[in-house]
Structures are given as structure tokens and as C-alpha cells.
């Protein structure tokens, strides 16, 4: 039988270029995450996702990988993982490592060799197409990056695809050994002790080779869910995830909840759980040309619509990856909240309802301090996508204004989570005594670990009180879930319940006083099992972001 510990498990992600730097280069390091084992289990996690560490050029931040048997030396060594593995498994703790195998670096030796030639062993690692009669691109398909997925290559006079940056080849996943090659990898991290993955786009690892055309140039539509992907993920569980025991989340881009079944319904042995996007996109306008930059206002009933589906569609059958943060993701109180007058608030409500949910909780490093999107100027962000994406949008299409371009960079740009972990109120947040690779938030003066710790009320002692619960109650495990006031604009509502115990979960994610008399009327008698305001008795109204969970006997 497959260990689904993760069931009652809440899992911590960790950015470690931004997580804490132990040897003052102004990069967060294996030591420093491992500094800081004593801390996260203050807060009651049980596992660690960390996000990629292996040598990489770093083109994309780690994403870009060199070599998967190497850690890159500006994070450390192996023997730092090593000890990383062993500490943290000490205090229970389990390690997920980043599966990146859709593509790797260009650096990476299998690409440097495949580059070579037509016919050598590493020929068919990665996509190769002539070019078109017009010596052109194969086809009109675009890079997440900006621009065409192909790239020329001097070398083998062919193109390769990338659905990202040109420095990140995609693989071949049709080619047997490329599957032999990523299974090897698997079982040499799990000798060393890690517990699991996240795999990185892995609803792309198969790909559609009649290469058909998009319906617009440039577009990256149709990188999902390939003729092929289900058979190669299921191999890789009955040849890896299973005989080993390794737990898998996959980053799923595309997936609606009803096909999710596919992908996490157990007797199919492919993955344990995934991340959907479907509620990332409530504020992001439909079928605009400026695709991820184009915003409106988060639209709450689609959120309570899309999570419900989720919910329910997964009751019996699979299970559910909760988040609303992650290091792609920007701060969701500065994107759908209020990251100033309502802070704790508008923390503490979001955190209400993604824990409150059936499935397991993953909580962004900073995300359990209330951390905010900072509003930099455009030359002081680096990440690859708003550059890539600067330039296909504002300077190649026109069809965004820098200004407006730079509003939505505010809201929903990657770098908004990437900023340096905020420690404490000393230089540079506590992160590093040199100039951090990212600029520090400004506001890491009042917003930090250090305060958080030592204040009366604080976002870290919610979090850790909502991380006891999913230890201590299992109707957060089984309680079946009924979302109430679908329609509703500003409160988001729902109940989960296990025979006769009954749980209402609820906030208000407005400014505005929200009156909640029909949820509440037959619950006087209900018990508090957390709450974001200081009160006595059940209120009528709801306050500002006020969030709340009782619990009552049906
Ligand atoms: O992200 C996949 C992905 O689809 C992103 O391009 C996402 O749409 C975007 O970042 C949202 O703004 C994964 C990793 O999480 C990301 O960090 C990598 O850059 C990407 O794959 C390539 O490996
Ligand atoms: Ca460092």
C-alpha cells in the first residue's frame, strides 16, 4: 500500500536563492534552509518542497538544469544536502525536491552532445525539426518566455524546441532512454534520502509530433496534456514513484477539475496530487492578446466555482494540492486582499479558506508573515518571464502601455514572491549581511519573522494554529465539503462535515461589513475552533476580512 502521509500533512515551499544565505554572497543556501529547520517546525509543517538546487546557469533560476546530480555550488554541495536530508528528517520533516525534466539547460551534457550530430547516442534526447521550405521555423509555436519556441542551431543545422527560454531544451520523452536517464536521477536522490517531487510541467512531457499550427503565432496553447503524457507518467510510477514510494504533486497547468481523474485517481498509479491554475486566473481577463498581463478584478464567485468543482470532483477519488501562493505566484493579499490597513486580516482570511479545504496545504515561504508584493521600478525586477514578456508585449506588439504593463507586473509578476525572506528588522531583512541577489522589501522593517514571533496577534500564530488543526482534526481529512452562497461576491462560505460534527468555514473577502445572519442563525450553540477577530459571541456581521471557522453538532 501506497504511504499517504501527506494526507494529513501541510507542505512548506522553499525559494532557497531568497530563503536565508548563511555565507554572505547574498544567496540563500542549503545551510541556511537547514539554520532554519527549528523554525519551520515551530510552525508545524511536515514537509519541505525546495525548489530546483542542482548546478544550473541559473537562466531561469534553477529551472535550467545542468546537471541533476550535482547541487550548484552557489547553494552548496551534496554534503549540505546531505545533512539537510538528515536534520530535517530528525525532526520528522520530509524533503520533496524539484522534478525539472520537461527540459533541461542548454548546458547540460546530454544537450551539448545531442547538438553534435544526427546520429550519436544523444541524438534523440531533445525535439529536432528541419526548418521550413523557407528556411523558417518548423511551426508558429511560441516560448512561455516571449517569442518562438525554436531556436537554430548552428551546429546540427536544425531547430530544437523550448516551450521556454532557448537555454531550456525541451526533452525527447518519446525516446526510451531519456525515460531511463530521468528514472536513474529519481533513484539516486531517493538513496540520498529524499521523500518525493514536485514535477515541474509535467502535463508537457509529451508532445504532439505532426507539430500542427496554432490558431495564433506565438502562442503557447496546446502545450498540455500530449497524446502521450498519461502512458510516460504511468510508467514512471510503476517503474519509480511506486516500487520506491515516492510521493508525487505535478504541476499541471491546463487541467479542469474533471480531468484531473486522469492524472490523481489512485488506481490509475500516475500522480498523488496537482497544481490546477484554473483559480489563478480569476483575475485575469479571458482571450486578451496580452495574455497573463491583462487583470481585472479577482472575480470571487469564479474562485468559489472553480475550488468547489475541485472539491467535489476529487471527494472520493484523488485528492487535492491547496495554494494560493507560490514562487510564480504573486503575494495573494497584494493580488486579491489587502496587504496594508487589513494585513493581518486579509492573511488570516485567505489562510482560513485554503486550509479549511480537503486536500493538502501548501504554505510559500513568507507567506505565514503576511509578505507583500514590493512595487519596484521595471529595472529592478530580473526574472526572465516579465523580461521575455516585456519585450514580445510593450516593444514588439504594442499592445500594452509600459505603464499599464508595469501595474500588472505589481499584481501578478513572479518576482513579487521571490524577494529575500524577511528574518527580522536588521539590514537586509536578516537574509544576508551582503546585497541580496533580489532588493529586499522595504516594508521588512515591520513585516518580518522576528516581529511576528513576538507579537500578541501574529499571521505565523494563525498559520501555525491552522497547521495543528489539520494534525489534530480529521473531518479536515474526510469531512465531506458544501460550498453556501455560491453567488455571493465578498463572502466565501462553506461547511465540511463527518456524521453529526459540522464545521462552518467562512470570510468575508471584502472592506465592506458583509451580514451573515442566515449562515449563522442555527449555529448559537456552535464552539470556536479559530477565528481572526477577538470575539465572545457569534456576530451577525462580518468585519472587515473577518474570517472565521465553528464547529456545531448537525
Ligand atoms: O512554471 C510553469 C509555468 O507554466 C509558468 O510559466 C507559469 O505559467 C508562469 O510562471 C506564471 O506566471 C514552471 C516553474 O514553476 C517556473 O518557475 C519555471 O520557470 C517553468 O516551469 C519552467 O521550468
Ligand atoms: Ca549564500
Redesign the pocket.
Known sequence: MRDTWWKDAVIYQIYPKSFKDTNDDGIGDLVGIQEKLPYLKRLGIDALWI?PVYLSPQI??G??IEDYYKIDPMFGSLTDMKHLIQAAHQLDIKIIM?F?A??TSDQCAWFQKSRQSKDNPYSDFYIWQDAASDGGVPNNWGS??GGSAWTWDEQRQQYYLH???KE?PDLNWENPEVRQAIYQMMTFWKELGVDGWRM??IT?ISKDWNFPNNAKPFS?AN?QNGPRMHEFIHDMHTTVLGPLDMMAVG?A?AAKAQDAHLLVDPSREELDMIFT?EH?HIDRKPNDVNG?WALQKPDFVALKRILSDWQKELDDKGWNALYFE????ARVISRWGNDTTYRYESATAFATILHGLKGTPYVYQGEEIGMTNPKYELDEYVD??LKGNYRQYVEENQTISKEDFLAAVHK???DNARTPMQWSSEENAGFSKAKPWLKVNPNYVAVNVESDLHAKQSIFAYYQKLIQLRHTCPILREGTFDLLLPNHPAIFAYTRTIGEEEWLVVANLSEEPQDIQALVATRQDARWIVQNYQRQTIPTTLGPYESFILASKK
Open positions: 525548489c531561469d533560476n529551472y535550467d524539484d525539472v520537461n527540459h512561455n518566455f516551450y521556454y527560454a531550456q515541474d510541467v508537457s503557447t502545450q504541476e497547468p491554475f489563478m497573463r507560490n514562487h510564480d505566484r526572465i518571464e501578478i509578476s513572479r
